[in-house]
């Protein structure tokens, strides 16, 4: 393991979702048009947690998420911001948690690739990738059916691993 990851991986213990969460809703650009919903903030999370996993061989945060019908939700996240519904999440009134440098730009880099979509595009692109399929089979959960099984980590990095060696 190499200095970096080192110190990445012990500068992330005391990050949790809903921090990486604030940090993509001060991330969008307002100003430019840009939004972001609760199912596009489901989705972005998402990505980040699967990235980081394959590129860094440890979590980002430690919570998960579920093969929900819309695509992986993590249920803590989906309660904070259901109250927005369809709508943009409004810019956090909260003071910020201190990121470290690597780990803000790895969010950027999160950001720039996977926040020109909308969430209804990130939600069909999870449904057909295998982590939230596979969750989906274990739970025996068909179309359109509620599901809570959790979508595993392990899964979730092999998944991204051959997606960035060009396996997937």
């Known amino acids: 393991m190499n200095k970096r990851n080192k110190i990445s991986r012990i500068f992330q213990k005391n990050l949790t979702i809903v ?19 609760p199912l596009k903030l489901q989705k972005i999370l998402y990505y980040a947690q699967g990235y980081y996993l ?4 440890c979590e980002l945060f430690k919570e998960d998420f579920q093969a929900w019908v819309h695509g992986p939700v993590n249920p803590k996240i989906y309660d904070m911001y259901k109250s927005y519904g369809y ?12 990121i470290e ?14 926040g020109i979509f909308d969430g209804k595009y990130l939600e069909s692109l999870t449904h057909t ?3 939230w399929v596979i969750a ?7 179309d359109g059916e509620s599901c809570t ?3 595993t980590k392990k899964s979730m990095k ?8 060009g396996n997937s």
């Not at 990486?20 to 972001?36: E, K, Q, W, Y």
């Not at 709508?87 to 201190?98: G, L």
């Not at 969010?107 to 690739?113: A, E, G, K, V």
Request: aromatic share 12%; charged share 35%.
């Open 19 to 37: 921090d990486i969460a604030d940090c993509f809703l001060r991330i969008v650009d307002r100003d430019s048009g840009s939004t972001i919903t």
């Open 54 to 57: 394959a590129l860094n061989d």
């Open 87 to 98: 709508n943009s999440i409004d810019y956090p009134k909260t003071k910020p948690k201190k």
């Open 101 to 114: 440098k690597n780990t803000l730009d790895f969010l950027y880099s999160i950001w720039d690739t996977f």
């Open 129 to 131: 990738e295998d982590p």
């Open 136 to 142: 989906r089979k274990k739970a025996n959960c068909h």
């Open 149 to 151: 099984e959790i979508i």
């Open 158 to 165: 092999e998944f991204f691993k051959k997606k960035i060696n």
